[in-house]
């Protein structure tokens, strides 16, 4: 892995004020934001295809009082510069039900409207490049340019359900530019087709690519001709997909991403297969659980002399600091932490995103959950801070390495 690669798949988060240029509507409850990106931050924004950004703004809450919000949204293009050093990052955001951000932005998002967007992150990318490195497009040759793209030719399927679809088609539209050998075979599971996003994109794309992608279009609430087709995606049709439609046979790197529920079933289909877990990248859709505090994270904990208290010790943008945190309340490090400084990075505050990712220095901790760290970070010692609770009487963090 390049250090310029590393640095944009594990940069340190940080956020600046964009302006949004368009918003295109997808379907009746999907748009697409674009945000200018400036040349003098475009650096701070160059991304991998498959990475997310987080966006953050203030939204009345049900009391009508101000509350901050983020909500992470993977970017659904591939990267591209213009001329003048300027750059852009395209976002799907699709309205959950209840879902406060979401609904406000379907219903007022603009262009002209400015919010905080966080430097790209997030590791669901290809590996497949050389020597494991990930693929990347030359965000400088792209545009005019695509056969400069290098990649190694590979086979990739790739499982996507809703806007499980946006890093997916990131991802595939650089892996099919990359090289003239590669295919793509796409299992796409929506309820119905006015549910599909990126509809005409993905026709496009099997119009420029018609004998490498393949198009396999699920949906659970509307007959298809093809049985195989028509119903949800369940252990049964996983198999006759994986046995039948697809081409599962030879590939080099699978990516699913959609709900924990119909991830983890093609993990465990995957992997009852034969496949090894390198191969595999998964992402999942962010919960968004009212019991995951998110923008109000770190508030409701008092503490008080008399308590018995963990110290948290941590180091962000070379500045250590701690705080102390009151046992009975098995605050995770992240909302200990975020009492005493308001910029400690974080989105989803779910597991998912890996954007609150440290560095354990000394002491012990237990993590909840986690679905963004992979098994080489966890040996180096690398913790979700918003998944960890401290189980020694001291702990030390470091955001910074
Ligand atoms: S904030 Fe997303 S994993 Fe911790």
């Known amino acids: 892995m390049t250090t310029e690669t590393q640095t944009a798949s594990r940069r340190r988060a940080s956020f600046h004020n964009l302006t949004v240029a368009e918003v295109r509507r997808l379907t009746d409850d999907a748009i697409e934001v674009t945000f200018g990106v400036p040349a003098d931050l475009a650096g701070q924004y160059d991304y991998l295809p498959g990475q997310y950004v987080a966006l953050r703004t203030t939204l009345p809450d049900e009391d009508g009082e101000p509350h901050e919000v983020r909500r992470s949204y993977s970017i659904c293009a591939e990267p591209r510069s213009f001329e003048d050093g300027s750059s852009e990052i395209r976002v799907a955001i699709k309205k959950d039900l209840g879902g406060l951000f979401s609904t406000w932005a379907n219903a007022e998002l603009k262009a002209g409207d400015v919010l905080d967007v966080m430097s790209p992150q997030g590791a669901f990318i290809s590996r497949h490049g050389k020597d494991g490195s990930p693929v990347q497009h030359n965000v400088m040759n792209s545009m005019n340019h695509p056969e400069e793209l290098a990649g190694e030719p590979g086979n990739f399927v790739a499982i996507a359900a809703g806007s499980g679809i946006t890093p997916v088609i990131a991802i595939a539209r650089t892996l099919l530019a990359a090289n003239p050998e590669t295919t793509f075979d796409l299992v796409y599971a929506n309820k119905a087709a006015m549910d599909v996003m990126f ?17 396999h279009h699920v949906l659970s609430r509307e007959q298809r001709i093809a049985p195989l087709m028509t119903g949800r995606i369940d252990s049964e049709k996983l198999q006759a997909l994986l046995s039948s439609a697809i081409h599962a046979e030879d590939v080099d790197e699978w990516f699913l991403c959609g709900p924990f529920e119909l991830v983890q079933l093609c993990r465990d289909t995957l992997a009852a ?44 943008d070379g500045l250590t600091g701690d705080v102390a945190s009151p ?68 702990v030390t963090v470091d955001f910074d390495v």
């Not at 119009?207 to 393949?214: E, G, I, Q």
């Not at 999942?284 to 508030?299: I, Q, V, Y």
């Not at 354990?360 to 609770?389: F, P, R």
Request: negative net charge; charged residues 30%; hydrophobic residues 30%.
């Open 199 to 215: 509809l005409e994109e993905l026709a496009d794309l099997k119009d420029k690519y018609p004998t490498r992608l393949a198009l």
């Open 273 to 316: 297969r034969g496949v090894e877990p390198e191969h595999v990248r998964f992402e999942l859709f962010t919960t968004g659980r009212p019991d995951r505090p998110e923008g109000n994270a770190g508030r409701p904990v008092v503490e008080d002399e008399s308590q018995d208290t963990y110290k948290i010790t941590f180091t962000l």
């Open 327 to 394: 046992t009975h309340a098995r605050e995770s490090i992240l909302n200990a932490a975020l009492r005493v400084r308001p910029d400690v990075p974080f989105a989803c505050a779910g597991g998912v995103c890996g954007t609150c990712r440290a560095k354990l220095i000394t002491g012990t901790v237990t993590m909840d959950e986690n679905y963004a760290l992979e098994q080489d970070e966890l040996d180096k010692g690398y913790v979700l801070t918003c998944q960890s609770h401290p189980t020694s009487e001291e």
